[in-house]
């Protein structure tokens, strides 16, 4: 899969025999997207997986109503919406939902999953044609295409992969010969810190990338250049957080997650072994790329994998191997570079000896059968997830047909990625229960309310697997008002009710 190495930005010359086999490979390649289009369309997701696809959908949902606070589009609040200065603002980053909103327009919160198929195909066209500047084969880009965590991922509305793009564009942007160079890297650092905004912590890393490895013409210029533009698109998300946060910078996810030197161990140990584990070895491909973008690539990889050993969390599955696949999540911001950086590494020390040794054509057998073994491992891996989703989707309904509409519901668990978004579906008055497995709120003033509470209520614990385990503060709910559990058609669902003649208690116990 090489071809001509890369001679400098955008300099190289291909002979006719070279052109004509990088137009297979191409070729080869957008055969490979579309058959990655044909499984996206039939297992095409019914709903939302995934707890925080609800705020990006209901931020642009209110976009879509020309306003900016649950209350100037006509709702009193939604889901993952936060006060402020007496109004509900999202509390996600504006960038995936800019990308969701045209389609949510033109057809409806469903057709926001079309965005994160064109999403994940730019990376991956993005992604081949850096291969090529690096004098790589596109074909290359099918390991961008069908990595598991990138393609499950592709099926939601998140903005994690999005940033990483934004940083392969910076990528592109650096091995371009164009005397505004740097500010296009500095934009796209730009785009990815507007998907999520730690990714703005590339921007010196990109700088100073331009500098290395020496011998680039006007480098300190487009270093510079580079900080100029990231500094003028950073000054447009502050400009977006002042007008709706009143703040320079979104002050919620902060207070959402933390970082303690105790998890050091065993997330390193988690991330080393998963990125060990999909693609083979993939850990050491920033240390043994000799490709211009190596600093870069040691750079982004090297801040972000350090970054998210010390945070609280990472995705997990009930199997070890969806472990590996799901709690990559956060590290998609560093993942388009990283496997491009293993292509190039892998090309040069694994499959262009392999080649010379086997010759072209077994060679180009043994590229296909690959190219369709991952097609079908990803077909196995949509249908696992689209059955997961079916049973949610089967859990949102047993829920509507159990609970009349307008009733405050008391929630543990991610059912907002069921009765979120309020469109379509009978719209409830939703309370949260636990955070951490800690109460969400003060409990004397959640009880107090609970006891002035004059319609009857429900408490609705949606569980990971069936039978999943009760948080402790939700058994003390469900002891102290003598809640009666209601029959439902979903294992993943436990319904909860006052009896008939409900216990009405006026002072608040102690923090459980």
């Known amino acids: 899969m090489a071809t001509k190495r890369f001679q400098g930005a955008g300099s190289s010359q291909i002979p006719g025999d070279d052109r004509r086999s990088r137009g297979r490979e191409w070729a080869v390649l957008a ?23 609800v705020g990006f959908v209901n931020q642009a949902l209110v976009w879509s109503h ?32 800019l990308a969701a909103l045209p389609f949510l327009v033109m057809g409806g919160v469903r057709a926001t999953f079309v965005s994160g198929l064109l999403l994940h195909l730019a990376m991956t066209a993005i992604a081949a044609l850096l291969l090529t500047r690096l004098g790589r084969s596109p074909l290359w880009a099918v390991l961008l295409l069908l990595h598991p965590t990138l393609a499950i991922y592709s099926r939601t509305i998140m903005a994690d992969a999005t ?20 500010v296009w890297a500095g934009l796209a650092v730009g785009l990815a810190a507007s998907m999520r905004y730690h990714a703005a912590l590339a921007l010196p ?10 011998g680039r013409p006007r480098a300190w210029r487009d270093a510079l250049l580079c900080m100029i533009a990231g500094g003028f698109a950073g000054a447009l998300l502050v400009g977006y957080n002042l007008v709706v946060y009143h703040a320079p910078t979104e002050p919620f996810t902060g207070s959402r997650g933390y970082f303690s030197t105790s998890f050091f161990i065993p997330h390193a140990l988690y991330y080393v072994t998963a990125l060990m584990t999909l693609w083979p070895a993939m850990l050491l491909a920033p240390w043994l790329d000799r490709s211009p973008l190596r600093w870069l690539v040691r750079g982004v990889c090297g801040l972000f994998l350090g970054f998210l050993t010390f945070y609280y969390f990472h995705d997990r599955a009930p199997n070890w191997l969806g472990t590996v696949v799901v709690g990559q999540r956060l590290l998609q911001v560093a993942l388009p570079l990283w496997i491009v950086s ?19 054509r077994v060679g180009l057998v043994l590229a296909s059968l690959a190219c369709v073994g991952l097609l079908g ?3 196995l891996m949509f249908d696992r997830h689209q059955r997961h989703l079916n049973e949610l989707l089967e859990a949102r309904n047993a829920l509507i047909a159990t609970i009349p509409e307008g009733s405050l519901i008391l929630y543990d668990g991610a059912l907002l990625k069921l009765v979120g978004i309020p469109v379509g579906i009978p719209s409830y008055r939703l309370r949260q229960l636990t955070y951490l497995d800690q109460p969400a709120e003060d409990p004397r003033q959640f009880f107090a309310d609970l006891d002035r509470e004059g319609s009857r209520w429900y408490l609705v614990v949606l569980h990971k697997l069936p039978g999943g385990p009760t948080t402790e503060f939700a058994r003390n709910v469900i002891d102290r008002y003598e809640l009666k559990r209601m029959p439902e058609q979903s294992p993943l669902l436990s319904v909860y009710t006052l009896p008939q003649s409900a216990p009405k208690l006026s002072s608040a116990p102690q923090t459980p």
Not at 31 to 53: F, K, R
């Open 31 to 53: 055969a490979l997207m579309v058959a990655y289009s044909t499984l996206y369309a039939v297992y095409y997701p019914p709903l939302p997986g995934i707890e925080d696809e």
């Open 66 to 97: 020309g306003a900016v606070s649950a209350e100037g589009a006509g709702w009193s609040e939604l889901a993952d919406f936060v006060p402020v200065a007496g109004r509900h603002v999202a509390a996600r980053h504006p960038g995936r939902s």
């Open 163 to 182: 940033a990483g793009t934004g940083l392969l564009l910076a990528g592109l942007a650096l091995t371009s010969a164009s005397p505004i160079a740097g």
């Open 205 to 214: 890393i990109v700088a100073v990338a331009f500098l290395l490895p020496g």
């Open 342 to 360: 293993y292509a190039g590494v892998l090309d040069d020390r694994v499959v262009g000896p392999l080649r010379r040794w086997l010759g072209d």
């Open 377 to 379: 491992a990803t077909a």
